[in-house]
């Protein structure tokens, strides 16, 4: 797991979220789609209240191909 602060493009260690039920419904569904095919280069994002997460599966063949990433999503995604 890899968790990046888009604002400061710097690295999350810990996080700690918070969801209404209708967030946690919306975010539970987002992953649901994204695992219907793990491989496809998508993502989907939680809105609310002028906050936003931004989520998507990282595979090893997508990591092999990294240049899809931008130059900040690459350093955090290469970290150990």
């Known amino acids: 797991m890899r968790l990046l602060d888009a604002e400061s493009g710097r690295s999350v260690r810990e996080l700690q979220m918070y969801f209404t039920s209708a967030e946690a419904a919306e975010f539970r569904d987002g992953l649901n789609e994204l695992l219907k095919d793990p491989e496809a280069l998508e993502h989907r994002h939680v809105i609310a209240d002028g906050r936003?997460?931004?989520?998507?599966?990282?595979?090893?063949?997508?990591?092999?191909?990294?240049?899809g990433y931008t130059e900040v999503e690459r350093r955090v995604l290469q970290e150990r």
């Open 52 to 67: 936003e997460i931004s989520f998507s599966l990282v595979t090893p063949a997508k990591l092999a191909n990294i240049k």
